[in-house]
């Protein structure tokens, strides 16, 4: 059984920094993807980033492009979201999910693993 668990949410000035964890426990070979969703109060869920963990893939949603770095720790084994220059419209709860690397990396429905996400609160 997969089990994922994020931490590193917070709160910070608009302009500052955070950076997510997502520590991965269990084992699934059909598994290969995984992504950092939000999703703010209101407001659907959005795919922030997603990795290929075989390959390296890497693909980011538009509006944190050149803020948002997704990486991959194998040893330990652990995701990450260093997230740069945040807005107030960054606020949202960050959750990572696991699944399949097949379809679009961005539709939630495509994974079967999450976490129980982590609070990211921008603010001045």
């Known amino acids: 059984q997969v089990q994922l668990r994020e931490s590193g949410g917070g709160s910070v000035q608009p302009g500052g920094s955070l950076r997510l964890s997502c520590a991965v426990s269990g084992y699934t070979s059909s598994a290969n993807r995984m992504a950092w969703f939000r999703q703010a109060p209101g407001k659907e869920r959005e795919g922030v980033a997603g990795i290929n963990i075989l390959y390296g893939g890497i693909e980011y949603a538009d509006r944190v492009k050149g803020r948002f770095t997704i990486s991959q720790d194998n040893t330990k084994p652990t995701v990450y979201l260093q997230m740069n220059r945040l807005k107030p419209e960054d606020t949202a709860m960050y959750y990572c999910?696991?699944?399949?690397?097949?379809?679009?990396?961005?539709?939630?429905?495509?994974?079967?693993?999450w976490g129980q996400g982590t609070q990211v609160i921008v603010s001045a």
């Open positions: 999910a696991r699944g399949p690397a097949k379809g679009r990396w961005e539709v939630s429905s495509g994974y079967a693993y």
